[in-house]
Structures are given as structure tokens and as C-alpha cells.
């Protein structure tokens, strides 16, 4: 399981409708636990979606996971909530409305929570990857931009837009349709997270074009 890979999926047995602070105790022990496994090597920790929020959650209230984690990768999240969810919830039931939908909300308490204390900022070196046509995480352009992480404690952090991947670079053919989902399938994830670990340097966006 841990021989010569350079990555291992780990399923937490949580469950994404669950409440997200159920999940990130999941995430805080995995961390841990895995470490010790690898005989307390740093660890490279990717995630996808909600469970970001949960991975950032762990790195701020269980400060052991920061000692053991060398870099975070963050793959379409939504580090400051989404307004999506007020399309959603409360309208519809609870089988479209789930706890976990709920708490990522633009404004909920979870995710002013996460953000209060310099949440908003990594705690360990990070690189958020996101799209612009993100049919959960909204907004995904600018500034303000819900994947975007701060840099106050200079560990370094890179958000990469994949609007970067045009013509001949890494995203060619999935411009204007790189959703949640499909942002995990295109070409650039994989140079951003793969090359970088590979060479033991930190992840940037200088591989996210194939020229």
C-alpha cells in the first residue's frame, strides 16, 4: 500500500452528505494515522471539493497534521463558501439539501468559522486548482473568488485558474466546460500535482502547460 507509488487514494468511510465537522475528524485522524504508516514522512495531501474545506478545517484545529503535511493540493473548492447553495437549499428537500450542502454556504456559520482567525490563509504550503465554470463552487473569477487561499503566514500558496489551460496547453478541447468534476480528468491537475511532487519541489503552475 505504501511501497513505490507516488500516490495512495485513502477511503475515510465518511460520507459527503454528512455534516462536514463529522467528516473532517476523519481527515485529522487519517492524517496522523497515514504519517505514522510512512514512518513519519511528510505527507503531500490532495483532496477535491468539500472535502478542501474539511483538509483546511484539520490543518487549523488539529495542529499536529500541520507538522506531518508538506503540501496541500486543493482541487476545486470553496474555501469562502459557494452562493450555489442558495439555489438549493432551503427550497428543495433534504435529499438535494444535505448538511454538507448547507454548511458550504457563501455566509454560514461552518464557513465564517473556518475563515475567522486566519483560516482564510494556509497553514501549510498549498495550491488551490479551480475553474471558472464550477457548476458548485460560485464565485470562481477574480479577486473574490472562493478558491483563492492568503499567504499571511508565508508558507507559501498558489492558486491556479484553469482558464490558464488554452490552445496548446494542458486543458485543450475542455475550454469553457471545466466543471468540478471535469477539472479532475483534464491534463492539468495531473502536471500541477504530479511533476512537482515527483522532483520533491513545492506544486506550481509552470507545468500546467505541455509546451
Same mark, same amino acid.
Given at each position: 500500500m505504501f511501497g513505490k507509488d507516488a500516490a495512495q487514494a485513502i477511503d475515510l468511510e465518511a460520507k459527503? *452528505?454528512?455534516? =462536514? $465537522?463529522? +467528516?473532517? %475528524? #476523519?481527515?485529522a485522524y487519517a492524517i496522523n494515522y497515514i504519517s505514522t504508516l510512512c514512518a513519519d514522512k511528510l505527507l503531500a495531501v490532495i483532496s477535491w471539493s468539500q472535502d478542501d $474545506?474539511?483538509?483546511?478545517?484539520?490543518?487549523? #484545529?488539529?495542529? =499536529?497534521?500541520?507538522?506531518?503535511v508538506k503540501d496541500f493540493i486543493a482541487i476545486s473548492t &470553496?474555501?469562502?463558501?459557494? &452562493?450555489?447553495?442558495?439555489l438549493v437549499c432551503p427550497s428543495? /428537500?433534504?435529499?438535494?439539501?444535505?448538511p454538507s450542502l448547507w454548511q458550504q454556504g457563501w455566509n454560514t456559520e461552518y464557513i465564517r468559522t473556518l475563515r475567522g482567525d486566519g483560516g482564510d490563509a494556509a497553514? &501549510?504550503?498549498?495550491?488551490?486548482?479551480y475553474s471558472t465554470f464550477d457548476e458548485i463552487g460560485q464565485p470562481m473569477s477574480g479577486p473574490n473568488a472562493s478558491a483563492i487561499l492568503g499567504d499571511v503566514r508565508r508558507v507559501g500558496v498558489t492558486n491556479v485558474i484553469s482558464s490558464l489551460? *488554452?490552445?496548446?496547453? !494542458?486543458? *485543450?478541447?475542455? %475550454?469553457? =466546460?471545466?466543471?468540478? %468534476? =471535469?477539472?479532475?480528468l483534464i491534463a492539468v491537475a495531473g502536471l500541477v500535482l504530479?511533476?512537482?511532487? !515527483? $522532483?520533491? !519541489?513545492?506544486? +506550481?503552475? /509552470? #507545468? *500546467?502547460s505541455l509546451e
Open positions: 459527503p *452528505a454528512m455534516m =462536514s $465537522l463529522v +467528516n473532517v %475528524e #476523519y481527515v $474545506l474539511s483538509t483546511q478545517w484539520a490543518l487549523k #484545529y488539529w495542529p =499536529s497534521t500541520r507538522a506531518v &470553496v474555501f469562502h463558501g459557494t &452562493v450555489v447553495r442558495l428543495l /428537500d433534504l435529499v438535494l439539501c444535505t497553514y &501549510v504550503p498549498t495550491t488551490t486548482v489551460s *488554452a490552445g496548446a496547453h !494542458a486543458g *485543450a478541447g475542455f %475550454e469553457g =466546460s471545466v466543471g468540478t %468534476e =471535469s477539472l479532475l504530479y511533476k512537482p511532487q !515527483a $522532483l520533491g !519541489a513545492p506544486p +506550481n503552475m /509552470d #507545468y *500546467a
